[in-house]
């Protein structure tokens, strides 16, 4: 008689020919689903979008490309520093420009890549993942076929014979001309017009009242872009937001002591999260009141 191999109908079997031994079943193995990455993720980017080769933009996912906040086409060293949490960094790379890499920043952490996703630029279909130091921008690859330079001479210069200075006669200081002798220090004042500093000036504040934050609380702000187009959130807490600002953007700060005025951080042209200034301005008129160092 020819016995079904599954785990119901050979326990079955085996009680019906009066079997005493004990019986192990062993199920089927389960198939395991564990797979590689989906092949069904596609860019999502128009190609009109994408940057040049050799160069970077940041994108925000879910945003429409025509509001995205940031350059289509820029240089890749430096750009993950000022990508915001949860962004992608688009590369074009020279050496095949059938590809582009999106490297992924993580959701929690500004400026941290945590994986690279290749995609083909015509079809947005996807290729593989790869880690981020696995896949270098072009400028970190060594370039093989750059011709050596010659080594410098390194030997010092033959030194030169010092010149020997007469000594200078030193005079009382009564005896000095006017422009010669030290001035004491008085305040502006009392100094003459020609050499009192200048009063700092700023242009008028360009932010609607209907975008400032509100009082106790911060916002991001890029000059030179529309309200409309605005990253971030319009109010937000204060604490920690200055290490998240581009440079050359704005932190926004609304005070609960004060609620006639609006302090601007300004933030430094090259370095993220460096507040260079603090400049006051009135709420309603946006006139500029005066400037602090931060």
Same mark, same amino acid.
Do not use: N
């Given at each position: 008689m020819?016995?079904p191999? @599954?785990?119901?109908?050979l326990?079955?079997a085996?009680l019906?020919?009066? +079997? *005493?031994?004990?019986?192990?079943?062993?199920?089927?193995? !389960?198939?395991?689903?564990? =797979?590689?990455?989906s092949?069904?993720v *596609?860019?999502g980017?128009?190609?009109?979008?994408?940057? =040049?080769?050799?160069? +970077?933009?940041?994108?925000?996912?879910?945003?429409?490309?025509?509001?995205?906040?940031?350059?289509?086409?820029?240089? +890749?060293?430096?750009?993950s520093?000022?990508?915001?949490?949860g962004s992608?960094?688009?590369?074009?790379?020279?050496?095949?420009? #059938?590809?582009?890499?999106?490297?992924?920043?993580?959701p929690r952490?500004?400026? &941290?890549?945590?994986?690279?996703?290749?995609? %083909?630029?015509? @079809?947005? #279909?996807?290729v593989?993942?790869?880690?981020?130091?696995?896949?270098?921008?072009?400028?970190?690859?060594?370039?093989?076929?750059?011709?050596? %330079?010659?080594?410098?001479?390194?030997?010092?210069?033959?030194?030169? =014979?010092?010149?020997?200075?007469?000594?200078?006669? !030193?005079?009382?200081?009564?005896?000095?001309?006017?422009?010669? #002798?030290?001035?004491?220090?008085?305040?502006? @004042?009392?100094?003459p017009?020609?050499e009192?500093?200048e009063?700092k000036t700023?242009?008028?504040?360009?932010?609607?009242?209907?975008h400032l934050?509100?009082?106790g609380? +911060?916002?991001i702000?890029?000059?030179?872009?529309?309200?409309?187009?605005?990253?971030g @959130?319009?109010s937000?807490?204060c604490?920690?937001?200055?290490?998240?600002?581009?440079?050359g953007?704005w932190?926004v700060?609304?005070? *609960?002591?004060?609620r006639?005025?609006?302090e601007v =951080?300004?933030?430094d042209a090259?370095?993220?999260?460096?507040? &260079?200034?603090?400049r006051?301005?009135e709420?309603? *008129?946006?006139?500029?009141?005066?400037?602090?160092?931060?």
């Amino acid at each position: 008689m020819t016995i079904p191999r @599954s785990g119901p109908f050979l326990v079955a079997a085996a009680l019906a020919l009066g +079997c *005493t031994r004990t019986v192990v079943v062993t199920p089927p193995p !389960e198939p395991d689903d564990r =797979r590689g990455p989906s092949t069904a993720v *596609t860019l999502g980017i128009p190609p009109g979008h994408l940057p =040049r080769p050799g160069q +970077c933009r940041i994108w925000i996912p879910g945003t429409p490309p025509g509001r995205q906040p940031y350059a289509r086409s820029r240089p +890749c060293p430096g750009i993950s520093r000022v990508a915001p949490a949860g962004s992608w960094i688009v590369y074009r790379p020279t050496r095949d420009r #059938r590809l582009v890499h999106v490297r992924v920043v993580d959701p929690r952490r500004v400026g &941290v890549i945590v994986i690279v996703r290749v995609f %083909e630029a015509e @079809s947005g #279909r996807f290729v593989r993942e790869a880690r981020p130091e696995d896949e270098p921008w072009d400028e970190d690859r060594p370039d093989q076929d750059r011709p050596r %330079e010659r080594p410098r001479d390194e030997r010092p210069p033959p030194a030169d =014979r010092p010149q020997i200075e007469p000594p200078r006669e !030193e005079r009382p200081l009564d005896q000095r001309p006017r422009e010669e #002798r030290p001035q004491p220090d008085r305040p502006p @004042s009392e100094r003459p017009p020609s050499e009192r500093p200048e009063p700092k000036t700023a242009p008028p504040l360009d932010i609607p009242p209907g975008h400032l934050p509100e009082p106790g609380e +911060c916002r991001i702000w890029i000059p030179g872009t529309p309200p409309g187009r605005q990253p971030g @959130s319009k109010s937000r807490d204060c604490a920690g937001l200055a290490r998240e600002a581009p440079p050359g953007s704005w932190v926004v700060y609304r005070p *609960t002591d004060d609620r006639t005025v609006v302090e601007v =951080r300004v933030v430094d042209a090259r370095r993220p999260g460096v507040v &260079v200034a603090v400049r006051i301005f009135e709420v309603e *008129t946006g006139r500029f009141l005066r400037e602090r160092q931060p």
